[in-house]
């Protein structure tokens, strides 16, 4: 069995004039996180930085046990965890309703 057609998306470091950088950061998750994800996650980065970037994407370090994702269309940092309920074993899952205020995200952005 094959993988299904591959797409390129957005590509960067292709010159020195279009370096990649990777930037460690650590916060305190959401505490109202809701379906889809944190919004404005680039907002967050840029403000942080003090400097405009594209974000391209994140390199979970210790999150917790959670598995953190950027979703670039939407500008949101979706989180994913394990739905340990042995009835239904499946891919990881967003919990719409999760105070995550108590969890140290910790991971590196690469923006260009």
Do not use: H, W
């Not at 797409?7 to 990649?20: E, F, H, M, N, R």
């Not at 889809?36 to 403000?47: I, R, Y």
Request: with cysteine; glycine share 14%.
């Amino acid at each position: 069995m094959a993988i299904g057609a591959i797409t390129v998306g957005t590509q960067a470091g292709k010159s020195a004039l279009d370096p990649i950088r990777i930037i460690p950061v650590s916060f305190a998750g959401d505490g109202a996180y809701g379906a889809g994800g944190t919004a404005a996650f680039e907002d967050s980065v840029q403000t942080i930085l003090g400097e405009s970037v594209t974000l391209l994407g994140v390199i979970s370090l210790d999150c917790g046990g959670y598995v953190p994702v950027y979703d670039r269309a939407a500008d949101k940092l979706k989180v994913y965890e394990g739905d340990y309920n042995p009835a239904a074993v499946g891919p990881l899952t967003e919990n719409a309703t999760a105070d995550l205020s108590g969890v140290t995200f910790s991971m590196l952005v690469v923006c260009q």
